[in-house]
């Protein structure tokens, strides 16, 4: 099965914050608190991920961490993935 990789959840991330760094490209060790998104935003953004991407919500509650990172999120949502 493949990973859900950062490129897959930029555009998602990137609806919901008003700018981004253009200096560099966003990477895996980005704190979303440096980009203004507070734990409700980070929800609606694993929500909307969840859609787009066609993850299992059911799995969230066996999450137990908030993610505080880009990597963290997008780990968050390869947990999200259906096994088959």
């Given at each position: 099965?493949?990973?859900?990789?950062?490129?897959?959840?930029?555009?998602?991330?990137?609806?919901?914050?008003?700018?981004?760094?253009?200096?560099?490209?966003?990477?895996?060790?980005?704190?979303?608190?440096?980009?203004?998104?507070?734990?409700?935003?980070?929800?609606?953004?694993?929500?909307?991920?969840?859609?787009?991407?066609?993850?299992?919500?059911?799995?969230?509650?066996?999450?137990?961490?908030?993610?505080?990172?880009?990597g963290?999120?997008?780990?968050?949502?390869?947990?999200?993935?259906?096994s088959n």
């Amino acid at each position: 099965m493949t990973q859900i990789v950062i490129e897959e959840v930029l555009p998602i991330l990137q609806s919901f914050v008003a700018t981004m760094r253009t200096d560099r490209a966003p990477s895996a060790a980005d704190r979303l608190s440096d980009m203004g998104i507070d734990s409700l935003t980070t929800i609606n953004i694993v929500v909307s991920a969840a859609e787009t991407l066609g993850l299992n919500l059911e799995k969230l509650e066996e999450i137990t961490e908030a993610p505080s990172t880009i990597g963290d999120l997008v780990s968050i949502l390869n947990s999200l993935k259906e096994s088959n």
